[in-house]
């Protein structure tokens, strides 16, 4: 894999909530130098482990596995709208609102409540 691929991999990994010792793992043959001192595979693991932190801190690094975390929530749409729509039919009144929401067929600025009118008849002459 080429250098930018691992880190594409990695970042892809990150994005579908996979947490560092197990992408170390996953990718430890590319992750360690082919160069490098031939190690026990605990050390491996760790010179792994530090990597990936020091990426971690890289904002480009960041946007890209936030890039995947949103491409994966993004596909898992349908099923939070079905589980939204079972709220709302037991009756959870937030769930319902916001499905209606989604729906269009509720719109939170046309909502209005109680509208207080106040009418002035001071000046005005009164009938006989």
Known sequence: MEWDEVRETAARLYGRGYRRPQIARALMDHLYPADGVARTDEQKLQHCLTKLRRWEYSQTFRDLVYRY?????DMETPAILVGLGKRAKRGRVDAARLALELTGRHSKETE????NVTVNLANVARPE
């Not at 975390?69 to 929530?73: F, H, I, N, S, T």
């Not at 209005?112 to 509208?115: D, T």
């Open 112 to 115: 209005q409540g109680a509208v």
């Open 69 to 73: 975390a949103v491409v994966d929530l």
